[in-house]
């Protein structure tokens, strides 16, 4: 009698494979802060939660600027550039109406440089003059799932 079986085998190896993707797929929530600076002129919070995963064409931004304009709690950001050094997420605000006769459109970056978890965000309002630039440091997030998560 063998020690291992066909079905035993493939079993064995269905289980390896699925712990690994399991393990590759976990995304990881990142809460980046900025320093304030007068120049942002408010368009830049000082706090935004990124949930993305190597690999992923998309990612999650938690930002109280979307949630204050557009009463989302999350944003749904597009990978620009993903490589060694750095990931690169776009995403935008549209129909924004900070005042009664004020509508624009805004185009945000946030760059996330891997070596050092240092992060830098651009927000150029379309048709304006800008963009608005903020520097800051990323950490992973140890609390618990935010709520608006849509991984949790």
Request: hydrophobic share 40%; aromatic share 10%.
């Amino acid at each position: 009698m063998p020690i291992f079986s066909r079905r035993g085998t493939f079993a064995a190896l269905l289980f390896s494979v699925f712990c690994l993707v399991a393990t590759t797929t976990v995304a990881e929530v990142k809460r980046c802060e900025f320093v304030k600076t007068e120049e942002q002129l408010g368009w830049i919070s000082q706090e935004i939660m990124v949930d993305f995963q190597d690999g992923e064409e998309e990612a999650y931004i938690g930002d109280p600027i979307a949630r204050d304009l557009l009463g989302k709690d999350v944003v749904l950001a597009r990978v620009d550039v993903d490589n060694a050094k750095r990931t690169t997420l776009v995403w935008e605000i549209k129909d924004t109406r900070k005042s009664k006769n004020q509508n624009a459109r805004f185009l945000y970056r946030l760059t996330l440089m891997k070596n050092s978890n240092k992060a830098r965000i651009t927000a150029q309002p379309l048709g304006y003059i800008g963009p608005f630039q903020g520097a800051g440091v990323c950490t992973i997030y140890k609390g618990k799932n935010p709520r608006w998560l849509p991984r949790a």
